[in-house]
């Protein structure tokens, strides 16, 4: 079950679809059978969004205290901080919480869409159409 996050000022809507500068990125990896870790960054939400989808052939990897710390951090979302660290905790294993990150992640860019294409059909800031 997912948490219900109060929707975004139109402020933190914006900082949702922004992507993080170098310093900022968050180190992650995605682990496959044949390879092992490929190391990667995240920059922002929609990339940690895509990044935790779930996929037969690859396991995302994340820390997700530390996500759940770049995300009160860099992002400065401490409501989904918070349902982030709340559903790692309440999971029974790191595939669910993933699975229960992503969805709350993807709540949150859903949410954002609606505050900022609110004002009359703006472009989404990263993803370079209307929401």
Known sequence: MTTALPLPTAE?????????????????????ARVGIMRGTIRGLPELHLYLAPDERSLPAV????????????????????ATRE????????????????????????????????GAGLTVPGTGSAP
């Open 12 to 32: 933190l809507a914006e900082r949702v679809f922004a992507k993080c500068g170098y310093a900022d990125r968050l180190p992650a990896g995605r682990f496959t």
């Open 63 to 82: 820390n997700l205290e530390r996500l759940a710390d770049w995300i009160d951090a860099v992002v400065a979302d401490a409501d989904l901080a918070r």
């Open 87 to 118: 559903a790692a905790h309440a999971a029974g294993s790191y595939v669910d919480a993933c699975i229960a990150t992503h969805a709350l992640v993807g709540q949150r860019l859903d949410q954002a869409r609606a505050v900022l294409g609110a």
